[in-house]
């Protein structure tokens, strides 16, 4: 303790005054520059996106929260299974509870109940003998059973109101209930389940470049029309400014220019992205891939054959699941008179040779092989305008020398 009160007595000393450093956000703390004490733990990769597809993502502190009754049905329609069922159950039977407690005070008003047994009275529901059978025939009367037992008479105005009313709620509730459910269960979720990714990317030479690659199959024999495929590379960054960008999104081409990003998905197909400048992989090499925090997430969207609904079906890829140096196993076989794929081999990789340079250093290395063909070239050029320059020279001097003979042959004949 005497250690730590000089301590914080020698720390009193040295910072009379607190300096309060700016609240930053957590990930802007955790890429600020570590200290050489601090331990240099591997950190755990966050995802942005898990491998099923669900985004890991939580909004907390919403104040607005009137915002979602606003757009109630969609609401409702993304609630799980069991609250949306305890709201269709509840719903009806509110209703149903709501105009019983109605037609029992309209009979309990009118003196219904005290003439149960008079033939003469004319009561505004036949039948009805207390809140059990109001109840029951608000039930009757909304989902019209129309059992007979009990019948609304022409002698109650109110009662005739009452059944307008509750008719035209009750095809009201039971669009939109209905509708809410139909919605919920055609949804085109499930549908995803059968899009596969392969569960590691991989980094390797085709047709002479880089190239980052991923897999995807569609399980079922009823396709995926009009399928197209995105990527966004997940990476917090730092502006020149100081800026911090948590979780930056930065597209990753897969062929948008030249239209291989818009599949034919009959069978697994191998998605590649070619590192070249634009590419955000352009100065990554294998030994700085385990060391870049980044993740890979991949959409996969298409309409349903079956439905026409829209599809989306979405993984993502970390550090540790890109393999550098590795290409898919093949998948597809030709049997006698079709094709045929073999989903157990969907996720295998085989190792191949793959240079552990960057994009950057081999297209560095490249230029640097071609630089003495350019050169030579150009140097070819020089020594022909060097000759050119000397055979010049030599005929000025021949030209010389034989003017000079000319004119000592002249002064000789003058002689």
């Known amino acids: 303790y005497t250690l730590a009160w000089g ?29 050489i004490s601090r331990d240099r733990t591997k950190r755990k990769i966050q995802r942005y996106v898990r491998k099923d597809g669900k985004c890991n993502v939580h909004h907390g502190n919403v104040r607005e929260t009137y ?30 509870l709501f105009f019983g407690m109605i037609w029992w005070l309209i009979a309990y008003i009118r003196g219904d109940m005290d003439h149960i047994e008079d033939p003469s009275w004319t009561p505004c529901v036949t039948n009805l003998n207390g809140f059990v059978s109001a109840f029951l025939f608000s039930i009757e009367t909304e989902t019209t059973i129309g059992y007979g037992y009990r019948v609304i008479t022409d002698k109650c105005p109110e009662g005739i109101i009452l059944l307008l009313i509750q008719s035209v709620l009750g095809s009201i509730v039971n669009a939109f209930m209905v509708g809410c459910m139909f919605v919920k269960i055609s949804q085109p979720k499930k549908r995803a389940e059968t ?14 470049k880089l ?28 502006t020149s400014e100081g800026e911090f960008i948590p979780l930056n999104q930065t597209d990753i081409n897969v062929g948008y220019y030249t239209g291989d990003d818009r599949l034919f998905l009959v069978s697994p197909l191998i998605i590649s992205h070619e590192i070249n400048q634009q590419s955000p992989f352009w ?43 590795y290409r ?88």
């Not at 301590?7 to 703390?29: N, T, Y």
């Not at 899009?195 to 002479?208: C, E, K, P, Q």
């Not at 190239?211 to 960054?237: P, Q, T, Y």
Request: charged residues 25%.
């Open 195 to 208: 899009l596969v990714f392969s569960t590691h990317a991989v980094i390797s030479m085709r047709d002479g």
């Open 67 to 96: 915002r979602y009754l606003t757009d109630i049905f969609t609401t409702l329609v993304d609630l799980k299974w069991r609250f949306n069922l305890l709201i269709f159950v509840m719903v009806y039977t509110v209703t149903w």
């Open 328 to 415: 898919f196993t093949p998948v597809l076989t030709l049997e006698d008179g079709f094709y045929e794929v073999d989903y157990n081999s969907f996720h295998e990789t085989y190792e191949t040779s793959t240079p552990s340079l960057s994009a950057k250093e081999l297209a560095e290395l490249a230029s640097r092989a071609e630089l003495p063909l350019s050169w030579s070239v150009s140097s070819k050029l020089n020594q022909h305008a060097e000759l050119e320059t000397e055979e010049e020279e030599k005929n000025l001097e021949e030209q010389t020398e034989r003017n000079g003979d000319v004119a000592n042959l002249e002064n000789e004949s003058k002689v």
């Open 211 to 238: 190239c980052l690659m991923f897999r995807v199959g569609d399980l079922r024999n009823s396709h995926i029309v009009e399928a197209s495929i995105r990527a966004k590379l997940i990476k917090s960054k730092q």
């Open 283 to 325: 100065e990554i090499s294998k030994a700085q891939l385990p060391k870049e925090e980044l993740e890979i997430v991949v959409i996969l969207e298409g309409m349903v054959e079956a439905t026409g609904m829209t599809c989306q079906a979405r993984s993502s890829y970390i550090t540790s699941e890109i393999l550098w140096g």
């Open 7 to 35: 301590d914080s007595m020698d720390q009193d000393v040295e910072s009379p005054v607190a300096i309060h450093q700016p609240k930053l956000p957590k990930q802007a703390r955790d890429d600020l520059p570590r200290h």
